[in-house]
Structure formats: structure tokens, C-alpha cells
């Protein structure tokens, strides 16, 4: 090794990775470049972080992840144990090594670190969060240490869903679909107004009309909800604020059911659609009727409609959209071990 100054090259290489790792990322390829260089300065240790279970972190997580034969995370380019565990037993030694606590949305937190380099997370998708003494923030928001989308699955499997078949509908029928439980001011007034044009399927509790189909009623929640939005082309991706940054399942879930999501929610959410013209947004209308019209033309209309799913064809992803899968619910636990 040739040295510079009397450093080896090797130290100053490092010096030089531990200063960009200052540096938050705001692109894809600085997320990856993160990745890689805290990989290779990891150097194959384990990383241990046990969690606690929450509104926002349930059973059905943990089931989804995949492990290896050593006990840590399949999928993931270091070696991570993701563990639960009870932090009201703080004495058991596992907990007081760990490398962090990540805390779903409560503060809940032991009184003291069990070491100093211990790093306490908090985990949060809604738009209010429980503060603490945190270290790390797992949230939607792009300006947070680790973001993460509510993408839970690869977009790719997305393409394979072929876009709901407009010319099966018979005429008069219902062709937009809303689920929610939570009665927003937008959606209070917003919603019955659109009712005075075209006929919507609501489910849920908000303005609740349609019952549970029959063959969806033995589903989960998440998979009932999806199993009825699938019987309808449009689906109301009403969100319950607009907030930067904040697109929940309302969004994401439209594009593994072959409909097309109306959109109302972050003022930024174009800028991260897997294609321009996958979404139809309620603002681009002068008024709902004008909006209601439009909807009843696209169905009336197979050629029109399937503009909406040309998407599905295309081979590569925008940038940006892009970061929102990579940087998701289904890679957050190796994310934050990589963190």
C-alpha cells in the first residue's frame, strides 16, 4: 500500500466515506451509494435491533419477513437481526447490547441507552408522531432519516395485472369505488357532491351504501378492502390530508388491482407516479361535474380508459418513483439496518 503523508491510502479512503455518510441522500442513485458504503464499511457484523409492536407494526409484518439460516434478514446485503421483544424487560442482556430500539409510534422507551453507541428509532407513517429521544426517524417524509413509502410489494408485480376490463360493466353501473373509516372535512362536503353526479360505492364508515361482497367478506381488512376496490375501474385515493410527501395505500394499492386511482392528497404526488398519466387528480377539474363527466367518458370509451394503464408496458420506472419503491414499507427493516 503507497501512502500520502504518512496515512495509508486505505484511512484516508475511509476518512473520506465517513464524511459522505454525513450527507442525507435526495436521489435514488445517493440511497444506493449509501447502501454500498455502509456495507463495505459494516464488514459483515451483525446488526441487532429488536422492536415492539404497534398500530403501524403488527404481527402480518413480521410474517411477511423472510430470514436465513444464521437468524438474520434474507434480502438484505448485511447481516441484520430483526427481532421482538418486550423492552419492559430491560434487564435481559439481549436488549441492553442491541444496536437499537426501533419504537412504533410511542415513547415508551427505556429510561436510559443500554450502551452509548445504542440508537433509539422512532417508526411512523401517519402524519403525527409521538416525540422523544430519538435518534433516527422512520417516517413518509422525504426530509426524514430514513423515508419510507407505503409501496409494500415490487411495482413489477404491478405490470402483470391486466387493467380492469371497462367493456364488462353493463350499463347504468356503478364505477367508482371509496373506502374509508375517518370522516374528513374533504370528504364530508367533497363526497355527496360527487354523489349528485354519478353513483359511488362507498364502503367503510364514511357514507357507508354498498355492503361487503360476499365473496370478500372472509378476507383480512387490507385484503377485503382491496378484494372490493377491484371490482370497480376508478377508486376515490382520497387521502385524509394533503401533506408533502404523504400517500398512503389509498395510492399505492390502486396499481396491483388494475384501476385507476382519482387522487386527492400531497401536493407532490405527481412528481413520484409511476407514469404521468397513471392517476387522475380532482384538481385538474373546474368542478366535480366537470370531473364526473370526464369519468363517465373514459368509461364509454375502452381506448381512453386504457391510456391510464399504458404504464404497465413500459420497461423502466421514472427516477423518482423509483426511490419511492426502493426506499418502502417492503425493504424498510433492511433499510434502517443499513442506517
Excluded at 363526497?191 to 378476507?219: M, R
Excluded at 413520484?272 to 387528480?281: E, V
Amino acid at each position: 500500500t503507497h501512502r500520502i503523508k504518512d496515512y495509508p491510502v486505505e484511512m484516508l479512503e475511509k476518512n473520506y466515506t465517513l464524511d459522505e455518510l454525513t450527507i442525507k441522500p435526495e436521489s435514488l442513485t445517493g440511497w444506493k451509494r449509501r447502501h454500498y458504503l455502509t456495507r463495505n464499511l459494516n464488514q459483515n457484523q451483525e446488526v441487532r435491533i429488536y422492536i415492539t409492536k404497534g398500530d403501524w407494526y403488527t404481527e402480518q409484518d413480521m410474517k411477511r419477513l423472510k430470514y436465513k439460516y444464521d437468524g438474520t434478514l434474507a434480502n438484505c446485503d448485511i447481516p441484520c437481526v430483526w427481532k421482538k421483544d418486550n423492552w419492559i424487560n430491560w434487564i435481559f442482556r439481549g436488549l441492553k447490547t442491541a444496536d437499537a430500539l426501533f419504537c412504533v409510534n410511542s415513547p415508551n422507551l427505556p429510561k436510559q441507552k443500554g450502551w452509548e453507541g445504542q440508537k433509539f428509532i422512532e417508526y411512523s407513517l401517519e402524519i403525527s408522531y409521538i416525540p422523544g429521544p430519538f435518534d433516527i426517524f422512520v417516517t413518509f417524509k422525504e426530509t426524514s432519516d430514513v423515508p419510507t413509502s407505503y409501496i409494500q410489494m415490487d411495482p413489477n408485480e404491478w405490470r402483470k395485472k391486466p387493467p380492469f376490463n371497462i367493456t364488462s360493466l353493463s350499463p347504468n353501473s356503478t364505477f367508482i369505488s371509496f373506502v374509508a373509516s375517518h370522516l374528513t372535512e374533504f370528504r364530508k362536503t367533497w363526497i355527496p357532491t360527487l354523489q349528485a353526479h354519478i353513483p359511488v360505492a362507498s364502503y367503510g364508515t364514511v357514507y357507508k351504501n354498498t355492503p361487503w361482497d360476499s365473496e370478500c367478506k372472509d378476507f383480512s381488512w387490507s385484503n377485503l378492502k382491496n378484494c372490493v376496490i377491484s371490482k370497480y375501474p376508478f377508486y376515490l385515493a382520497i387521502e385524509n390530508s394533503q401533506v408533502q410527501d404523504y400517500s398512503t395505500e389509498k395510492l399505492w394499492d390502486t396499481f396491483n388491482l388494475g384501476v385507476v386511482p382519482v387522487v386527492w392528497g400531497a401536493p407532490n404526488t405527481r412528481s413520484y407516479l409511476p407514469h404521468p398519466k397513471s392517476a387522475i387528480f380532482i384538481e385538474d377539474f373546474p368542478n366535480v361535474e366537470s370531473l364526473a363527466n370526464y369519468l363517465k367518458y373514459l368509461v364509454g370509451n375502452e381506448t381512453a380508459y386504457l391510456e391510464y394503464h399504458q404504464w404497465r408496458t413500459m420497461k423502466t420506472w421514472p427516477e423518482e418513483f423509483e426511490k419511492k419503491a426502493y426506499m418502502s414499507r417492503g425493504n424498510m427493516e433492511c433499510n434502517v439496518c443499513q442506517e
